[in-house]
C-alpha cells in the first residue's frame, strides 16, 4: 500500500470545462457554497437578517454616508423607495407635485395651485429651486400652510428673506403624514434602478422616472423625513424635443464633477430612444446638482456625443482612473476628459466585447470586472480579458441564458465586489429561475472560481452596517472560547469592515452575509467535489483501501465523504457513501474501493464550520503480489 497525496487544494478552485481526469490533482469538478483560500477549501459563511423588515419588496439597495459620517441605507422597489438611519424605514418615496398658478410674490399669504387635490387641508409644502433663509435646504423653499380652499393654500408663513416665484414654479407637498406618493413606474427586468454619488448627492434613476436626488441642507446633511425629489435642473435642461421636459436615461454615473447619462428615451417612449447617446452636464458643486445639461451653451461645458460606430445600445458604464468606461452591448468605449471646446474624447476599446446587461459591471482594485453576453472579463482601461475560458464559460452560460434569450430573466444578473475577500459576486437566475438565486465567485487574487446560493436577490449592497444588526460580538456572546464552536470571521467582530447586504425581494427581507453557518435560519448544504483522479497510473485497475481527509470542524462534529470510483472516462461515477467523519476522533475514511478513476466528496448539511487543507489515498494497484483484489 502507498499514499497518494492531494495537496494546495485551494490553489486552482472549481473547473468545469475540462474533463476532470484532464484535470490537475489539486483542481476541482463540482462545489457549492465554498470559499478558496490560501490553506485550502472552506464552507462559506451564512447570512443572517439585518435592517428589519420593508413595506415593499426591495430590487435595489445603496449605502449612503453623509458629510457629518452618520450612515444610512436606500432601498428602492418597483414603486416606492424608504431609507435605514439604524433603527428603522422612513417613505420617501417621491409625493405629488403641482405648480403654481400665476406669480407670487415674497409676501402672498395665500397661493393659488394649477391642481391642489392631492393636497392636505393643512401642512407644508416646498416651492421652487432656490436656498432661502437660514437652515433651508438647497433646492427648495419650504412653506407651511393653514388651509386649503379648492385650489387655493392659505395662511402661508413664509421664511425671513424669501424670494418670488414665477408661474409654474415646482410645488410639492411634504407633510409625509398626509399626502400620497407619487409612485415610480420601475419594472423588475427593464426598469432596475442604479444609483451614483455627485458630490455627496445621492442620485438614483430607473429609465422610466425623472432621475431622483435626496435633499441634503447647505452642510451636506439630509433630512430623514424629507423625500425623494426629481433632480434639479433635470426637466428644463435635458430637453431633447420642443415642448418635451420629460427626458429620461437608463444610467447615470457621475465622473469627476460631471453627471454622465447614458442610454436616452423621450418621455419614457421606448419606442423614441436614442440607445447611443451619452450626454453630460456641466460641473457640480459639493452637495448640488449640475446647474444645466444644455450642450448649445458654448460658455459652460455640458454635452453630448453619440456612439455611432457600432449598432448596440449603452448599458452601463464606470470611472476607472482617469478615464470612464461604457459598455455597450456590442461593444466598448473610453471617455476622456480633454477640456475645451470638446470637453470630452471618445475612442472605441472594444469592437466586439460588450456587457450582458445594467449592473453587470463592477469597479474594484484590478479594474472592471463585467459579465458579458459569453464570458466574464477584466477591463484595465487598455485590454479586454476574459476570465472564464477554459474554466467556467460553457457551465455557467448554460445556465444563465438556459438556451433561451428570449427569456428577460437574465437581464435581472448583476455583479458585486467583496473587498474583504477580495471576490467578485457574478449573480444570476440560475436553473431556469425567474429571481436571482446563484453567484459564481471569482476570488481575484488567486484567479480561482466557486459557486454559492443566494436567497431570492434583487440586488446586493455593499457598505457598513453600523452596530451589525443581528451580529455576534465579543461583548455579546454567551459561550467561553473553548464552548463555542462557531469559527469566527473578522467581520463578527470589525464593525469598519464592509459587509454585503442581500435585497430579498421574495421575502421582503434583507440579510447580512458572512455571518454564522446557517442561510438565514435554515442549514445549508456546501461541498467541494472531485472525480477523475488517475492516482498516478491511469490504465491499472486500483484499490483503495482508505482516504485520509484532512479537515478542521468547528466543535464536535461530523462532515460527509463520499468515495467515488470508474471504470472509465465514459461512465458516470458511482459514490460509495455517506461516511460521517469527525477529524477530531478519526483520522481516516476506511473504503473498500477498486477501479481506474476515483473521486471524493466532502459534504455538510449541519450547522457546522468546516476547511479542507488536503487529503491522500491509500491506495494499490490490483494484482500486486499480497494484495487482495475487491470487486
Same mark, same amino acid.
Given at each position: 500500500?502507498?499514499? /497518494?497525496?492531494?495537496?494546495?487544494?485551494?490553489?486552482?478552485?472549481?473547473?468545469?470545462?475540462?474533463?476532470?481526469?484532464?484535470?490537475?490533482?489539486?483542481?476541482?469538478?463540482?462545489?457549492?457554497?465554498?470559499?478558496?483560500?490560501?490553506?485550502?477549501?472552506?464552507?462559506?459563511?451564512?447570512?443572517? #437578517?439585518?435592517?428589519?423588515?420593508?413595506?415593499?419588496?426591495?430590487?435595489?439597495?445603496?449605502?449612503?454616508?453623509?458629510?457629518?459620517?452618520?450612515?444610512?441605507?436606500?432601498?428602492?422597489?418597483?414603486?416606492?423607495?424608504?431609507?435605514?438611519?439604524?433603527?428603522?424605514?422612513?417613505?420617501?418615496?417621491? @409625493?405629488?407635485?403641482?405648480?403654481?398658478?400665476?406669480?407670487?410674490? =415674497?409676501?402672498?399669504?395665500?397661493? $393659488?395651485?394649477?391642481?391642489?387635490?392631492?393636497?392636505?387641508?393643512?401642512?407644508?409644502?416646498?416651492?421652487?429651486?432656490?436656498?432661502?433663509?437660514?437652515?433651508?435646504?438647497?433646492?427648495?423653499?419650504?412653506?407651511?400652510?393653514?388651509?386649503?380652499?379648492?385650489?387655493?393654500?392659505?395662511?402661508?408663513?413664509? +421664511?425671513?428673506?424669501?424670494?418670488?416665484?414665477?408661474?409654474?414654479? /415646482?410645488?410639492?407637498?411634504?407633510?409625509? $403624514?398626509?399626502?400620497?406618493?407619487?409612485?415610480?413606474?420601475?419594472? #423588475?427586468?427593464?426598469?432596475?434602478?442604479?444609483?451614483?454619488?455627485?458630490?455627496?448627492?445621492?442620485? +438614483? $434613476?430607473?429609465?422610466?422616472?425623472?432621475?431622483?436626488?435626496?435633499?441634503?441642507?447647505? =452642510?451636506?446633511?439630509?433630512?430623514?423625513?424629507?423625500?425623494?425629489?426629481?433632480? @434639479?435642473?433635470?426637466?428644463?435642461?435635458?430637453?431633447?424635443?420642443?415642448?418635451?421636459?420629460?427626458?429620461?436615461?437608463? %444610467?447615470?454615473?457621475?465622473?469627476?464633477?460631471?453627471?454622465?447619462?447614458?442610454?436616452?428615451?423621450?418621455?419614457?417612449?421606448?419606442?423614441?430612444?436614442?440607445?447611443?447617446?451619452?450626454?453630460?452636464?456641466?460641473?457640480?458643486?459639493?452637495?448640488?446638482?449640475?446647474? &444645466?445639461?444644455?450642450?448649445?451653451?458654448?460658455?459652460?461645458?455640458?454635452?453630448?456625443?453619440?456612439?455611432?460606430?457600432?449598432?448596440?445600445?449603452?448599458?452601463?458604464?464606470?470611472?476607472?482612473?482617469?478615464?470612464?468606461?461604457?459598455?455597450?452591448?456590442?461593444?466598448?468605449?473610453?471617455?476622456?476628459?480633454?477640456?475645451?471646446?470638446?470637453?470630452?474624447?471618445?475612442?472605441?476599446?472594444?469592437?466586439?466585447?460588450?456587457?450582458?446587461?445594467?449592473? +453587470?459591471?463592477?469597479?474594484?482594485?484590478?479594474?472592471?470586472?463585467?459579465?458579458?453576453?459569453?464570458?466574464?472579463?477584466?477591463?484595465?482601461? @487598455?485590454?479586454?480579458?476574459?476570465?472564464?475560458?477554459?474554466?467556467?464559460?460553457?457551465?455557467?452560460?448554460?445556465?444563465? /441564458?438556459?438556451?433561451?434569450?428570449?427569456?428577460?430573466?437574465?437581464?435581472?444578473?448583476?455583479?458585486?465586489?467583496?473587498? %474583504? *475577500?477580495?471576490?467578485?459576486? +457574478?449573480?444570476?437566475?440560475?436553473?431556469?429561475?425567474?429571481v436571482v438565486n446563484k453567484a459564481v465567485i471569482w476570488n481575484w487574487e488567486k484567479d480561482t472560481f466557486t459557486f454559492r446560493d443566494l436567497p431570492t436577490t434583487? *440586488?446586493?449592497?455593499?457598505?457598513?452596517?453600523?452596530?451589525?444588526?443581528?451580529?455576534?460580538?465579543?461583548?455579546?456572546?454567551?459561550?467561553?472560547?473553548?464552548?463555542?464552536? #462557531?469559527?469566527?470571521?473578522?467581520?463578527?467582530?470589525? &464593525? *469598519?469592515?464592509?459587509?454585503?447586504?442581500?435585497?430579498?425581494?421574495?421575502?421582503?427581507?434583507?440579510?447580512?452575509?458572512?455571518?454564522?453557518?446557517?442561510?438565514?435560519?435554515?442549514?445549508?448544504?456546501?461541498?467541494? #467535489?472531485?472525480?477523475?483522479?488517475?492516482?498516478?497510473?491511469?490504465?491499472? /485497475?486500483?484499490?483503495?483501501?482508505?482516504?485520509?481527509?484532512?479537515?478542521?470542524?468547528?466543535?464536535?462534529?461530523?462532515?460527509? %465523504?463520499?468515495?467515488?470510483? @470508474?471504470?472509465?472516462?465514459?461512465?458516470?461515477?458511482?459514490?460509495?457513501?455517506?461516511?460521517?467523519?469527525?477529524?477530531?476522533?478519526? =483520522?481516516? %475514511?476506511?473504503?473498500?474501493?477498486?477501479?481506474?478513476?476515483?473521486?471524493?466528496?466532502?459534504?455538510?448539511?449541519?450547522?457546522?464550520?468546516?476547511?479542507? *487543507?488536503?487529503?491522500?489515498?491509500?491506495?494499490?494497484?490490483?494484482?500486486?503480489?499480497?494484495?487482495?483484489?475487491?470487486?
Amino acid at each position: 500500500m502507498s499514499l /497518494v497525496p492531494i495537496e494546495q487544494v485551494g490553489q486552482v478552485g472549481i473547473i468545469q470545462d475540462v474533463p476532470p481526469y484532464e484535470l490537475p490533482p489539486n483542481a476541482w469538478s463540482a462545489g457549492n457554497n465554498v470559499r478558496v483560500l490560501d490553506s485550502g477549501i472552506k464552507k462559506i459563511r451564512g447570512y443572517t #437578517e439585518a435592517l428589519k423588515t420593508i413595506t415593499f419588496p426591495p430590487y435595489y439597495i445603496t449605502p449612503y454616508e453623509d458629510s457629518e459620517g452618520t450612515y444610512y441605507w436606500l432601498a428602492f422597489g418597483q414603486n416606492k423607495a424608504a431609507v435605514w438611519d439604524s433603527s428603522s424605514w422612513t417613505d420617501i418615496t417621491r @409625493q405629488t407635485t403641482t405648480t403654481l398658478d400665476g406669480a407670487i410674490t =415674497s409676501s402672498d399669504t395665500t397661493i $393659488t395651485l394649477t391642481d391642489a387635490s392631492s393636497f392636505p387641508t393643512s401642512g407644508t409644502i416646498a416651492l421652487g429651486t432656490k436656498q432661502v433663509g437660514a437652515g433651508a435646504t438647497n433646492y427648495y423653499e419650504e412653506i407651511t400652510y393653514t388651509g386649503k380652499s379648492t385650489n387655493d393654500l392659505t395662511g402661508c408663513t413664509r +421664511a425671513t428673506g424669501s424670494v418670488a416665484h414665477e408661474d409654474l414654479s /415646482v410645488v410639492t407637498p411634504i407633510d409625509t $403624514t398626509a399626502t400620497t406618493d407619487n409612485n415610480y413606474s420601475a419594472t #423588475e427586468n427593464t426598469r432596475r434602478w442604479t444609483s451614483t454619488n455627485l458630490n455627496g448627492l445621492l442620485i +438614483a $434613476t430607473n429609465g422610466y422616472d425623472a432621475p431622483q436626488m435626496w435633499p441634503l441642507n447647505s =452642510s451636506g446633511v439630509p433630512a430623514k423625513t424629507v423625500p425623494l425629489r426629481e433632480l @434639479q435642473n433635470w426637466s428644463v435642461n435635458t430637453t431633447k424635443e420642443a415642448g418635451n421636459s420629460t427626458n429620461k436615461c437608463e %444610467v447615470l454615473r457621475s465622473f469627476r464633477t460631471f453627471l454622465v447619462g447614458l442610454n436616452w428615451n423621450n418621455a419614457g417612449d421606448r419606442d423614441n430612444v436614442e440607445p447611443r447617446l451619452v450626454k453630460w452636464s456641466t460641473e457640480a458643486s459639493y452637495f448640488s446638482a449640475p446647474s &444645466t445639461w444644455n450642450e448649445g451653451d458654448a460658455t459652460l461645458d455640458a454635452g453630448e456625443y453619440e456612439l455611432a460606430d457600432t449598432p448596440g445600445a449603452i448599458l452601463d458604464g464606470l470611472p476607472l482612473g482617469d478615464s470612464f468606461i461604457i459598455y455597450k452591448n456590442d461593444s466598448i468605449y473610453i471617455m476622456n476628459y480633454v477640456g475645451t471646446p470638446y470637453i470630452f474624447s471618445f475612442k472605441l476599446l472594444s469592437p466586439t466585447i460588450g456587457a450582458l446587461c445594467k449592473n +453587470a459591471v463592477v469597479d474594484f482594485e484590478g479594474g472592471h470586472f463585467f459579465m458579458g453576453n459569453s464570458n466574464f472579463y477584466l477591463c484595465n482601461g @487598455q485590454t479586454v480579458q476574459p476570465l472564464l475560458t477554459g474554466k467556467l464559460r460553457r457551465a455557467v452560460f448554460d445556465d444563465i /441564458v438556459a438556451g433561451d434569450l428570449s427569456d428577460p430573466s437574465w437581464q435581472k444578473s448583476f455583479v458585486v465586489a467583496d473587498h %474583504v *475577500h477580495k471576490e467578485i459576486l +457574478a449573480c444570476y437566475p440560475a436553473e431556469s429561475s425567474s429571481v436571482v438565486n446563484k453567484a459564481v465567485i471569482w476570488n481575484w487574487e488567486k484567479d480561482t472560481f466557486t459557486f454559492r446560493d443566494l436567497p431570492t436577490t434583487s *440586488h446586493i449592497g455593499v457598505g457598513i452596517l453600523a452596530g451589525h444588526p443581528g451580529g455576534k460580538l465579543w461583548s455579546t456572546s454567551t459561550k467561553t472560547w473553548d464552548a463555542d464552536s #462557531e469559527a469566527w470571521g473578522s467581520s463578527d467582530y470589525d &464593525t *469598519h469592515l464592509e459587509n454585503l447586504v442581500f435585497a430579498d425581494v421574495s421575502n421582503t427581507k434583507f440579510y447580512r452575509d458572512n455571518l454564522g453557518n446557517q442561510e438565514d435560519t435554515s442549514n445549508m448544504t456546501s461541498y467541494i #467535489e472531485r472525480s477523475g483522479y488517475d492516482l498516478g497510473d491511469p490504465q491499472a /485497475v486500483k484499490f483503495v483501501s482508505a482516504v485520509y481527509p484532512q479537515i478542521e470542524i468547528s466543535g464536535d462534529n461530523t462532515v460527509n %465523504v463520499y468515495i467515488g470510483r @470508474q471504470m472509465s472516462t465514459e461512465e458516470g461515477i458511482t459514490w460509495e457513501g455517506p461516511t460521517a467523519f469527525n477529524p477530531n476522533s478519526q =483520522s481516516k %475514511v476506511s473504503c473498500r474501493v477498486s477501479g481506474k478513476y476515483f473521486g471524493i466528496k466532502v459534504e455538510s448539511t449541519t450547522d457546522v464550520d468546516w476547511r479542507l *487543507h488536503g487529503l491522500a489515498f491509500e491506495v494499490q494497484k490490483k494484482g500486486l503480489r499480497g494484495s487482495r483484489a475487491y470487486g
